[in-house]
């Protein structure tokens, strides 16, 4: 007996066996024409190749692409093109030493037709492929040149297609500068991104299953697979979809074939889509359907309106969750850089306002900076996550001496009237001094994560990048946004003090949460790089304070020493910098020097957290930094306390800890599969059931009650 499924499946083959043959016999005489003068051939799909720049450098690559513009009514072909079409070929003429990648297509759409699915691209779109030239091609002209056909179809008729194509490039020297086309940002938005996590799949009993890792923080409406390999699947059969956690659930009809790996991409939106690799395994289908599973048809417009509805929610998120980092201890200490400035200002509208609108620029400006190398750095293929900067030791010990020197210039030990930090933000003229106030209070409060921005941020690692730049950006505004309040709210205005003598006493009291900022930054400097590293930090920063104070005496004494100053400061940064123990060093303290905590752990792993789920054990896995203020205000509040630790040894339950003081990429992968771009992040997984994901901020009876 041939299953319902294979005589269908037999069926639609004839029937595209035939079309193509009728086809054939009708567009014989076009494509004879064609042959003998192709230029000349009118093409409905018109191909142009361009390059992403025309000077190139020996060792490096450059980006060409196929620039597609179908004509109204008339469509090109994904790599894989469903049940019928055929996708792009390409038969390159290259010069020595230069090789040519695997062709990387945009997330196509579907197009229904007689039970026929088609994967097609309906509007303009491009086709990229990387170019390398080998360090041994000499600098001259290059020459590349490529034959590639490609089949043009209507909702009627099919016209297969070709075209000779070439593109002049010229091989520079190290030194030249290379010129690059803005369009390629817009081609590479268009092509799916990494999921990051391997999914799994089986075909079992005609029924093809797929389980994708997504975080449940992100709603989805709609989502679809696009499977590259062919005979595994019924291209035209429904998808059903499930959310189960953090878990997407497909569901579709086999055609028999079977592959121990396949790949695809998964879709959420009009062009919003994820590259992703499936390993054969075991899947069952649970959870809940998606309120708009993913049915056949053609899938044009929806995705929009689920990203900007994602976009909304997460952008209210971040401003809200950037409102209350105000309130957190990290952030504090440079509010009182602000504080100084708006007492200064005493009810001043117009100063007020400048400096409200500086300090703003400054936090937005920086959050939207982090924000592009967060996603720059994930797009490269590097697992990080949001206060990926304070995973580096340099920049702390940066950030170590800026504190500090900030903490003496409010004290009075110097002053710094030609930079716009300390005295000057308490002058006339500080709108400057506003904007680097900001910046700098968006770069020390990246380590606190509060309610709201959990989801928030977890959302920039599936929207579109210009959308992830948007919700960095909110959360810029929600940090700013109490002086914001102050600047255009007269009734909040009108109660600021006048300035007078008490504003120096304020000044130098205002230096005692630098300095308590400081000793934070030693603590977790220590526990990055060990005793031994931090006791040669400490004496370079001691040199750093000496010059301060070297320099502050000659401003008593109306001597200018600033020039020897400032070599002096950059000399000893360096110093600090170089000073600094290796990574292995680093990482060997880490393990030596780890502290017997109330509540035992375990290395967190996937694998170690695997066996202890087939056991049936209960598992509470906890992620965390030493740079986390909230991450460590929770253990000491909470999980670290001897109730609670009690309470896990009497109900036999495992505890993971994952460290990500310093970069870990399986730790980065595993935050991002759960829908966080930062710590902290706690997880309670019972015995048989899905993970349960806990408040940002815990107590104890918050974890009692999960083995009561």
Same mark, same amino acid.
């Given at each position: 007996?041939?299953?319902?499924i294979?005589?269908?499946?037999?069926?639609?083959?004839?029937?595209?066996?035939?079309?193509?043959?009728?086809?054939?016999?009708?567009?014989?005489?076009?494509?004879?024409?064609?042959?003998?003068d192709?230029n000349?051939?009118?093409?409905?799909?018109?191909?142009?190749?361009?390059?992403?720049?025309?000077?190139?450098?020996?060792?490096?690559s450059?980006?060409?692409?196929?620039?597609?513009?179908?004509?109204?009514?008339?469509?090109?072909?994904?790599?894989?093109? &469903?049940?019928?079409?055929?996708?792009?070929?390409?038969?390159?003429?290259?010069?020595?030493?230069?090789?040519?990648?695997?062709?990387?297509?945009?997330?196509?759409?579907?197009?229904?037709?007689?039970?026929?699915?088609?994967?097609?691209?309906k509007?303009?779109?491009?086709?990229?492929?990387?170019?390398?030239?080998?360090?041994?091609?000499?600098?001259?002209?290059?020459?590349?040149?490529?034959? /590639?056909?490609?089949?043009?179809?209507?909702d009627?008729?099919?016209?297969?297609?070709?075209?000779?194509?070439?593109?002049?490039?010229?091989?520079? +020297?190290?030194?030249?500068?290379?010129?690059?086309?803005?369009?390629?940002?817009g081609?590479?938005?268009?092509?799916?991104r990494?999921?990051?996590?391997?999914?799994?799949?089986?075909?079992?009993?005609?029924?093809?299953?797929?389980?994708?890792?997504?975080?449940?923080?992100?709603?989805? #409406?709609?989502?679809?697979?696009?499977?590259k390999?062919?005979?595994?699947?019924?291209?035209?059969?429904?998808?059903?979809?499930?959310?189960?956690?953090?878990?997407?659930?497909?569901?579709?009809?086999?055609?028999?074939?079977s592959?121990?790996?396949?790949?695809?991409?998964l879709?959420?939106? *009009?062009?919003?889509?994820?590259?992703?690799?499936?390993?054969?395994?075991?899947?069952?289908?649970? &959870?809940?359907?998606? =309120?708009?599973?993913?049915? /056949? +048809?053609?899938?044009?417009?929806?995705?929009?309106?689920?990203?900007?509805?994602?976009?909304?929610?997460?952008?209210?998120?971040?401003?809200?969750?950037?409102?209350?980092?105000?309130?957190?201890?990290?952030?504090f200490?440079?509010?009182?850089?602000?504080?100084?400035?708006?007492?200064?200002?005493? &009810?001043d *509208?117009?100063?007020?306002?400048?400096?409200?609108?500086?300090?703003?620029?400054?936090?937005?400006?920086?959050?939207? =900076?982090?924000?592009?190398?967060?996603?720059?750095?994930?797009?490269?293929?590097?697992?990080?996550?949001?206060?990926?900067?304070?995973?580096?030791?340099?920049?702390?010990?940066?950030?170590?001496?800026?504190?500090?020197?900030?903490?003496?210039?409010?004290?009075?030990?110097?002053?710094?009237?030609?930079?716009?930090?300390?005295?000057?933000?308490?002058?006339?003229d500080?709108?400057?001094?506003?904007?680097?106030?900001?910046?700098?209070?968006?770069?020390?409060?990246?380590?606190?994560?509060?309610?709201?921005?959990?989801?928030?941020?977890?959302?920039?690692?599936?929207?579109?990048?210009?959308?992830?730049?948007?919700?960095?950006?909110?959360?810029?505004?929600?940090?700013?946004?109490?002086?914001?309040?102050?600047?255009?709210?007269?009734?909040?205005?009108?109660?600021?003090?006048?300035p007078?003598?008490?504003?120096?006493?304020?000044?130098?009291?205002?230096?005692?949460?630098?300095?308590?900022?400081?000793?934070?930054?030693?603590?977790?400097?220590?526990?990055?790089?060990?005793?031994?590293?931090?006791?040669?930090?400490?004496?370079?920063?001691?040199?750093?304070a000496?010059?301060?104070?070297?320099?502050?005496?000659?401003?008593?004494?109306g001597?200018?020493?600033?020039?020897?100053?400032?070599?002096?400061?950059?000399?000893?940064?360096?110093?600090?910098?170089?000073?600094?123990?290796?990574?292995?060093?680093?990482?060997?303290q880490?393990?030596?020097? =780890?502290?017997?905590?109330?509540?035992? /752990?375990?290395?967190?792993?996937?694998?170690?957290?695997?066996?202890?789920?087939?056991?049936?054990?209960?598992?509470?896995?906890?992620?965390?930094?030493?740079?986390?203020?909230?991450?460590?205000?929770?253990?000491?509040?909470?999980?670290?306390?001897?109730?609670?630790?009690?309470?896990?040894a009497?109900?036999?339950?495992?505890?993971?800890? +994952?460290?990500?003081?310093?970069?870990?990429?399986?730790?980065?992968?595993?935050?991002?599969?759960?829908?966080? =771009?930062?710590?902290?992040?706690?997880?309670?997984?019972?015995?048989?059931?899905?993970?349960?994901?806990?408040?940002?901020?815990?107590?104890?009876?918050?974890?009692? #009650?999960?083995?009561?």
């Open positions: 007996m041939i299953s319902p294979a005589s269908r499946t037999i069926w639609k083959h004839l029937y595209a066996i035939l079309a193509v043959f009728v086809l054939t016999v009708l567009i014989a005489p076009l494509s004879a024409t064609a042959q003998v192709l000349q051939r009118t093409l409905n799909v018109p191909a142009t190749l361009v390059a992403e720049s025309q000077q190139v450098q020996a060792g490096q450059v980006t060409l692409a196929f620039v597609m513009t179908p004509k109204p009514t008339w469509h090109g072909y994904w790599e894989n093109p &469903g049940d019928a079409g055929i996708g792009m070929s390409f038969d390159w003429q290259l010069p020595d030493g230069v090789t040519a990648g695997k062709a990387q297509y945009p997330v196509p759409d579907r197009l229904l037709i007689s039970g026929i699915m088609n994967y097609i691209y509007g303009d779109y491009a086709v990229l492929v990387n170019l390398v030239v080998s360090e041994t091609v000499k600098p001259g002209p290059l020459t590349i040149g490529v034959k /590639s056909e490609w089949l043009a179809c209507t009627e008729i099919c016209v297969p297609e070709q075209d000779e194509l070439s593109i002049s490039l010229e091989v520079v +020297g190290k030194d030249a500068a290379v010129s690059l086309n803005n369009a390629f940002n081609y590479r938005e268009a092509l799916p990494q999921l990051g996590s391997a999914a799994t799949f089986s075909v079992v009993e005609d029924k093809f299953r797929l389980a994708i890792p997504f975080p449940a923080s992100v709603d989805v #409406d709609s989502a679809y697979f696009f499977i390999e062919d005979g595994i699947i019924d291209y035209a059969a429904p998808q059903k979809v499930n959310r189960d956690g953090d878990q997407l659930l497909i569901e579709t009809a086999a055609r028999g074939d592959l121990d790996t396949i790949s695809g991409i879709k959420i939106g *009009e062009q919003n889509g994820f590259s992703l690799k499936a390993a054969s395994g075991a899947v069952e289908m649970s &959870g809940s359907p998606l =309120a708009g599973p993913g049915e /056949s +048809g053609n899938f044009i417009g929806g995705g929009d309106q689920s990203t900007a509805s994602l976009l909304f929610l997460a952008l209210g998120g971040a401003v809200i969750g950037g409102l209350l980092l105000n309130l957190m201890p990290c952030v200490p440079i509010l009182s850089l602000k504080a100084i400035s708006l007492a200064k200002a005493g &009810g *509208e117009s100063i007020v306002r400048r400096d409200a609108l500086a300090y703003t620029a400054g936090v937005v400006a920086v959050a939207t =900076a982090l924000g592009a190398i967060l996603l720059a750095l994930r797009a490269s293929g590097t697992a990080v996550g949001w206060a990926f900067q304070l995973q580096d030791p340099k920049i702390i010990f940066i950030l170590l001496a800026l504190v500090t020197a900030i903490g003496f210039n409010l004290a009075g030990l110097f002053e710094l009237p030609n930079v716009n930090f300390g005295s000057k933000l308490a002058s006339k500080g709108a400057a001094g506003s904007f680097w106030t900001g910046a700098l209070a968006a770069f020390v409060a990246t380590p606190c994560t509060g309610p709201f921005m959990a989801a928030a941020l977890g959302a920039t690692i599936i929207l579109p990048p210009i959308a992830a730049l948007i919700i960095f950006a909110g959360l810029g505004v929600g940090l700013a946004l109490p002086f914001l309040l102050i600047a255009y709210v007269p009734a909040i205005r009108n109660r600021l003090p006048k007078g003598a008490w504003l120096d006493s304020f000044r130098k009291a205002m230096a005692i949460p630098m300095f308590l900022t400081a000793i934070g930054l030693i603590w977790l400097l220590g526990r990055q790089i060990g005793e031994d590293g931090l006791a040669l930090s400490l004496i370079m920063l001691l040199v750093v000496l010059i301060l104070w070297w320099f502050g005496g000659g401003q008593t004494k001597i200018g020493r600033g020039a020897i100053s400032s070599a002096a400061l950059v000399a000893s940064l360096a110093g600090g910098i170089w000073l600094l123990p290796s990574e292995e060093v680093m990482q060997s880490r393990s030596a020097t =780890a502290s017997t905590a109330t509540l035992p /752990s375990e290395p967190f792993s996937e694998t170690r957290l695997s066996e202890l789920r087939a056991t049936e054990q209960p598992v509470f896995a906890y992620f965390t930094a030493d740079w986390c203020i909230t991450c460590k205000a929770n253990e000491a509040a909470a999980v670290q306390r001897q109730e609670t630790a009690d309470a896990f009497d109900a036999n339950v495992a505890v993971l800890m +994952g460290d990500w003081t310093r970069p870990d990429p399986a730790i980065s992968k595993f935050l991002e599969k759960h829908g966080r =771009a930062g710590v902290p992040l706690y997880l309670y997984y019972a015995p048989g059931k899905e993970p349960v994901i806990l408040p940002q901020i815990l107590t104890v009876g918050t974890l009692t #009650d999960l083995v009561t």
